[in-house]
């Protein structure tokens, strides 16, 4: 549940898990994970962490206008909500991608406006190009853009208050559906428009859909509303959580037997790895939204100072590794070649990549976020009085 500044301060936590495994995901070649079957399957569910991204954004964005739907009140100023996204995602991504085009992606300046446009995603030979990384922030800049329209839609058909909760499930078990069969369609259309938008939102909306399922059980629980067995079991046991989790990876590096920088065997397995992950993350945020308070290894974890501080320079983690690793490679003794495997990699590689993720947050994303008092957002139960203060180093 959320502190009294309305933020739900574990999910810094939870991002710098997603954050690290997708860097351990990278580093893992060059640290000898392909010199055994089971390192290499186990690294190569290390990308499971944009999954994990996905639900977070998904619940943290569509909460405040799911508790202003359920409340009644006018919903969050898009405006205000518009200038929020600009400055958290598009200086620090315009200043990665312009270091990125330098040192190894020149195909950015050639191309400037699909690039910088968060458009690399809608043409097939250009999806991986640029910051590599950057087609899943070009997906939730898509899902920045679908959300406050999907409320203002939700808001417009309700008929009354009796019937918010009812409509709020409803959609977004509708959003699911369609991602689901949305991604089936795609992964085995021979058509090339429908292909290539398996890596756009509708192929994952499924995962948005989970994230704001879990902000609608939220916003009911902020209504006072009797808490169910699901919650008060999440409640006592967030270990089993974790635990299920686990699980989800297990099944997807040994039953669909996912391999390394390469897709499945056939679409069902595809499939079936798309959804797993989307049980993985949600097993690991489940305790970050209804376990905050209380005791236990999951909770001290992420309530750990340091895992919170990854968090906060999480989003800079992620835009800088790739230029970060291709840095190291170039310009220190480390084995540059996958071949060449060394364990140095693994405190050298992490640390370059945290280093660059501290300095994107010092030095471009947080002078940028003070901005945002230009925009002032419409008052909420949603959000606090205070909570701008107590929130200066929200994260993607």
Same mark, same amino acid.
Request: proline fraction near 6%; glycine fraction near 10%.
């Given at each position: 549940?959320?502190?009294?500044?309305?933020?739900?301060?574990?999910?810094?936590?939870?991002?710098?898990?997603?954050?690290?495994?997708?860097?351990?995901?990278?580093? #893992?070649?060059?640290?000898?994970?392909?010199?055994?079957?089971?390192?290499?399957?186990?690294?190569?569910?290390?990308?499971?962490?944009?999954?994990?991204?996905?639900?977070?954004?998904?619940?943290?964005?569509?909460?405040?206008?799911?508790?202003?739907h359920g409340a009644g009140e006018p919903l969050p100023s898009v405006r205000a909500y518009a200038w929020r996204r600009f400055l958290r995602i598009v200086p620090a991504y315009w200043a990665a991608l312009t270091v990125t085009g330098i040192l190894i992606a020149p195909e950015v300046f050639d191309r400037p406006l699909l690039f910088y446009g968060f458009a690399q995603i809608y043409d097939a030979g250009s999806v991986f190009d640029g910051i590599p990384l950057a087609w899943t922030l070009c997906i939730e800049v898509s899902f920045y853009v679908f959300l406050p329209f999907w409320a203002i839609a939700l808001r417009g058909v309700t008929r009354g208050r009796g019937?918010?909760?009812?409509?709020?499930?409803?959609?977004?078990?509708?959003?699911?559906?369609?991602?689901?069969?949305?991604?089936?369609?795609?992964?085995?259309?021979?058509?090339?428009?429908?292909?290539?938008?398996?890596?756009?939102?509708?192929?994952?909306? #499924?995962?948005?859909?989970?994230?704001?399922?879990?902000?609608?059980?939220?916003?009911?629980?902020?209504?006072?509303?009797?808490?169910?067995?699901?919650?008060?079991?999440?409640?006592?046991?967030?270990? #089993?959580?974790?635990?299920? #989790?686990?699980?989800?990876?297990?099944?997807?590096?040994?039953?669909?037997?996912?391999?390394?920088?390469?897709?499945?065997?056939?679409?069902?397995?595809?499939?079936?790895?798309?959804?797993?992950?989307?049980?993985?993350?949600?097993?690991?945020?489940?305790?970050?939204?209804?376990?905050?308070?209380?005791?236990?290894?999951?909770?001290?974890?992420?309530?750990?100072?340091?895992?919170?501080?990854?968090?906060?320079?999480?989003? $800079?983690?992620?835009?800088?590794?790739?230029?970060?690793?291709?840095?190291?490679?170039?310009?220190?003794?480390?084995?540059?070649?996958?071949?060449?495997?060394?364990?140095?990699?693994?405190?050298?590689?992490?640390?370059?990549?945290?280093?660059? $993720?501290?300095?994107?947050?010092?030095?471009?994303?947080?002078?940028?976020?003070?901005?945002?008092?230009?925009?002032?957002?419409?008052?909420?139960?949603?959000?606090?009085?205070?909570?701008?203060?107590?929130?200066?180093?929200?994260?993607?």
């Amino acid at each position: 549940m959320p502190n009294r500044s309305g933020r739900f301060t574990l999910m810094d936590s939870l991002r710098a898990i997603a954050a690290l495994s997708v860097v351990a995901y990278h580093v #893992a070649p060059y640290a000898g994970a392909f010199r055994n079957s089971i390192t290499s399957a186990i690294s190569a569910q290390l990308s499971s962490g944009v999954a994990l991204f996905f639900l977070i954004s998904g619940f943290l964005l569509y909460r405040p206008f799911v508790i202003a739907h359920g409340a009644g009140e006018p919903l969050p100023s898009v405006r205000a909500y518009a200038w929020r996204r600009f400055l958290r995602i598009v200086p620090a991504y315009w200043a990665a991608l312009t270091v990125t085009g330098i040192l190894i992606a020149p195909e950015v300046f050639d191309r400037p406006l699909l690039f910088y446009g968060f458009a690399q995603i809608y043409d097939a030979g250009s999806v991986f190009d640029g910051i590599p990384l950057a087609w899943t922030l070009c997906i939730e800049v898509s899902f920045y853009v679908f959300l406050p329209f999907w409320a203002i839609a939700l808001r417009g058909v309700t008929r009354g208050r009796g019937s918010v909760w009812r409509v709020e499930a409803l959609g977004v078990a509708g959003l699911f559906g369609l991602g689901v069969v949305w991604r089936a369609i795609a992964l085995g259309s021979h058509n090339s428009t429908l292909n290539t938008s398996v890596n756009t939102l509708p192929a994952f909306m #499924a995962w948005f859909a989970i994230g704001m399922a879990l902000a609608v059980m939220s916003a009911r629980l902020a209504e006072g509303l009797p808490r169910p067995a699901f919650v008060r079991f999440v409640e006592r046991a967030p270990g #089993a959580c974790w635990a299920v #989790a686990a699980a989800a990876l297990a099944v997807n590096a040994w039953v669909w037997d996912r391999p390394y920088l390469g897709g499945a065997t056939s679409d069902l397995e595809q499939m079936g790895i798309h959804l797993t992950e989307a049980v993985c993350a949600l097993g690991l945020m489940l305790p970050g939204v209804f376990a905050e308070s209380g005791r236990g290894a999951v909770r001290a974890l992420l309530a750990w100072p340091v895992l919170l501080w990854l968090g906060m320079v999480s989003y $800079g983690i992620y835009l800088w590794q790739s230029a970060a690793i291709q840095g190291l490679k170039d310009l220190t003794p480390l084995p540059g070649d996958i071949g060449d495997p060394s364990l140095w990699w693994i405190p050298f590689g992490f640390a370059g990549c945290i280093a660059a $993720g501290a300095l994107s947050w010092y030095v471009i994303e947080r002078p940028f976020m003070l901005m945002r008092r230009l925009v002032p957002r419409r008052p909420s139960r949603a959000i606090p009085a205070g909570a701008d203060a107590a929130a200066a180093h929200v994260a993607r």
